[in-house]
C-alpha cells in the first residue's frame, strides 16, 4: 500500500485523480480499452471532480457502480445513480456505465451485473473507506468468502448514521436498511486501487485499515492485502496514524 498525505482534501482529490487517471491510460494503452469501477459519497466529491478534467479517451473506458440503496428512486437526493449522473457520467459520457438498481429485485439485479462484470476485468477501482470501515456497502463483519461480485446487504446503524450526517437524508428512519453492493473479492481483483479518504471523522477508520490487522470488523483492513493499492489521506483522515 502506497500512502499519499495531503495539507487539503482538494490536494488530496488531485493527487488521486491524477495517479487514477495515469493507470486508466495505462490500460487503454496496453489493451485498447479500460474497465473501472467508480464510488460515490462525500469522500469523492474532490476526486471526481479532477478526475473529469483529465485527459482520458472515455469512449474507451466501461465503469461499473459500487453500489445503491435498496428502494429509492433515482430521482432522490441520496440516489448514487443520480449522484453518478451528475458528477461523472454526464460530464465524461464513458463507452458504458454499469448502473445499480435498486429499485428492481435484488437477486436478479445481483445476478445480472455479476454476469456483466465477470467479462470485464477491472483495470481501476476508485473507492472510499466509511467510518466504520466499511469498504463500498460491506458492514462490518464483512463477508471476505462470497465469490458474488455483488451482494444485496444490511447497513449497519453507524454506515446509516454516516449517511445522514453527511446530509444525504433528513433523519435516520429516511436512511434505508439495505443495499447493493460490490463484494469485498470483487473489489480485491481490481488490478490498481486507488483509496480517497480525508476528514478527520474517518481518522480512526483509517488507523484501523492501515495499522491494524486484517479483520472482516475493519473490512477495508482487506486492502492491505492487495498489490497495488494507492491510499490517498489528508493531515486530518490521517491524523491518528502512528507513523
Not at 461499473?64 to 430521482?75: K, V
Not at 440516489?79 to 464513458?94: D, N, Q, T
Not at 454516516?162 to 433523519?171: H, K, L, N, V
Not at 492491505?224 to 496514524?241: E, F, I, V
Amino acid at each position: 500500500m502506497k500512502i499519499t498525505i495531503s495539507n487539503t482534501k482538494e490536494e488530496l482529490g488531485k493527487k488521486a485523480a491524477a495517479q487514477g487517471a495515469e493507470q486508466i491510460r495505462k490500460a487503454i494503452s496496453q489493451n485498447g480499452e479500460a474497465n473501472i469501477i467508480v464510488a460515490t459519497g462525500a469522500s469523492q466529491f474532490e476526486m471526481l471532480s479532477e478526475l473529469v478534467k483529465e485527459d482520458i479517451d472515455w469512449s474507451k473506458v466501461t465503469t461499473f457502480h459500487l453500489d445503491e440503496y435498496i428502494g429509492i428512486p433515482e430521482t432522490h437526493p441520496a440516489s448514487f445513480r443520480k449522484y453518478l449522473k451528475e458528477r461523472f457520467v454526464g460530464i465524461v459520457s464513458p463507452k458504458t456505465f454499469h448502473y445499480v438498481n435498486g429499485e428492481i429485485d435484488p437477486a436478479e439485479e445481483c445476478k445480472r451485473l455479476g454476469e456483466i462484470i465477470s467479462k470485464h476485468p477491472i483495470d481501476v477501482a476508485f473507492v472510499g473507506i466509511g467510518e466504520n470501515s466499511h469498504l463500498a456497502f460491506n458492514d462490518p463483519p464483512a463477508d471476505f468468502e462470497t465469490e458474488e461480485a455483488y451482494l444485496a446487504v444490511t447497513l449497519d446503524e453507524a454506515c446509516r448514521k454516516q449517511q445522514m450526517g453527511e446530509g444525504w437524508f433528513p433523519t435516520l428512519a429516511d436512511v434505508p436498511q439495505q443495499a447493493i453492493s460490490m463484494s469485498i473479492k470483487q473489489i480485491m481483483k481490481s488490478g490498481v486501487i486507488i483509496c480517497s479518504v480525508p476528514d478527520e471523522r474517518k481518522a480512526n477508520a483509517v488507523k484501523l485499515t492501515v495499522e491494524g490487522s486484517v479483520t472482516n470488523l475493519a473490512p477495508a483492513s482487506i486492502i492491505q492485502n492487495h498489490p497495488a493499492t494507492w491510499l490517498y489521506l489528508d493531515k486530518d483522515s490521517a491524523s491518528m496514524l502512528d507513523n
